[in-house]
């Protein structure tokens, strides 16, 4: 099945920086890439997604690339807030309606 | 409305109690799943329903036992649990189709069995 590994596991930045999250996959076969933002207490939160037929995407201070060839992609937070303090899950999926959730990122956005 | 919900909130339960879990969907969608979550631990799928008949058990231990009784509504009743099984049980929906489509999560039952 799919494998999905995510790092750092833990991320602390200060605030108006960058901050990067990068998971890697197994399956060639995967297609389909959301990035999920959980708070502490809340539900994961679906914030960006990407098909393999796009290599990048941008949603305001939020984007994600996606590299086939070396089966990654990355999420990207520009200018970090600290309502960005989160958990960050991404994941993977071949078809159908499983994903592949990568262990998480914990991001701690500094005053 | 674009919202998954979830009753009850929180649920504490012994290890004999028979209890339910409801989640409802009022988006169209098709595709329903639970998931359970343990702290600082991605979701783990439990069952999928598609169009209101079970398409994915992930070998999931009899004492969850999940219904779809309408394309709305999505319950997951609990007999016998273990204290291991304490953690977060998220619904999620989605829509049905040729492609792998967002899921979007409800607030979760936080479920305590003593």
């Known amino acids: 099945g799919e494998n999905v590994e995510q790092h750092p596991s833990t991320l602390s930045v200060q605030e108006g920086d960058s901050a990067v999250i990068k998971c890697t996959y197994s399956?060639?076969?995967?297609?389909?890439f959301p990035w999920y933002k959980q708070e502490l207490g809340k539900r994961p939160q679906l914030i960006i997604d990407?098909?393999?037929?796009?290599g990048e995407k941008k949603d305001q201070r939020i984007a994600v690339t996606l590299n086939k060839t070396a089966k990654h992609f990355s999420l990207h937070i520009t200018e970090t807030q600290p309502e960005d303090s989160a958990v960050y899950f991404c994941?993977?999926?071949?078809?159908?309606?499983?994903?592949?959730f990568g262990a998480g990122t914990t991001v701690t956005v500094r005053a | 409305d674009t919202e998954v919900t979830q009753t009850p909130k929180h649920l504490v339960m012994g290890m004999t109690n028979k209890k339910s879990l409801k989640c409802e969907q009022h988006?169209?969608?098709?595709?329903m799943y639970w998931y359970k979550q343990k702290a600082k631990k991605p979701p783990e799928l439990m069952f999928v329903?598609?169009?209101?008949?079970?398409?994915i058990n992930e070998s999931v231990p009899s004492r969850f036992s999940p219904e779809c009784p309408n394309s709305s509504l999505l319950n997951l009743h609990l007999h016998a649990l273990q204290p291991e099984d304490s953690a977060l049980y998220l619904c999620?929906?989605?829509?049905?189709?040729?492609?792998?489509?967002?899921?979007?999560f409800g607030p979760g039952t936080r479920l305590t069995v003593l």
């Open positions: 999620a929906s989605s829509q049905v189709g040729g492609r792998v489509l967002e899921q979007f």
């Open positions: 399956d060639s076969a995967s297609n389909y």
């Open positions: 990407i098909r393999s037929n796009v």
């Open positions: 994941a993977a999926s071949t078809a159908g309606y499983k994903l592949s």
């Open positions: 988006m169209g969608h098709r595709a």
């Open positions: 329903y598609s169009y209101e008949k079970l398409s």
